[in-house]
């Protein structure tokens, strides 16, 4: 997989992808961006939880399981010196249905520990924990 970045000026990159979608990224205005796309760190936060969301969705679905809504909160956590990796990122899923807690619970596991490909990749500690019907379960 290979994708083209384009400088855009200041901070702005802009990105084409393989499926043919465009990504502005941006830094903060405070280090001379100019806000025109999310900053680098938050498009990795969120292209963790959507890629592992893929895989949740997926399995659920393999399994006959209707889910109702789905949405989740992606908390990251970097280190104090450069280059401020990502040391510890923690992902809730909040799931609503009528979903078994053990199948939902086996979703999420084989997607943290094993599919999301993005989650793999980081160099940082992974934790998640979820719900169903507003009923929280750590891992």
């Known amino acids: 997989m290979k ?13 084409s ?18 806000n025109k796309g999310p900053r680098p760190t938050e498009a990795l936060l969120a292209a963790v ?24 909160e992606v908390a990251g956590e970097r280190a104090e010196d450069h280059p401020r990796r990502f040391t510890q990122v923690h992902m809730h899923y909040k799931l609503t249905g009528n979903l078994p807690e053990e199948k939902v619970r086996r979703a999420v596991k084989l997607s943290v520990e094993k599919y999301c490909s993005v989650a793999q990749s980081l160099n940082a500690k992974l934790s998640a924990s979820f719900e169903i019907n507003g009923q929280v379960y750590d891992m």
């Open 49 to 72: 939880g959507s890629c592992s969301g893929i895989d949740i969705v997926d399995i659920l679905t393999k399994m006959r399981l209707h889910v109702e809504s789905f949405s989740m």
């Open 3 to 15: 994708v083209e970045i384009q400088w855009k000026g200041k901070m702005h990159f802009e990105t």
């Open 17 to 34: 992808t393989p499926s043919g979608h465009v990504l502005s990224l941006d830094a903060a205005p405070e280090i001379g961006g100019e």
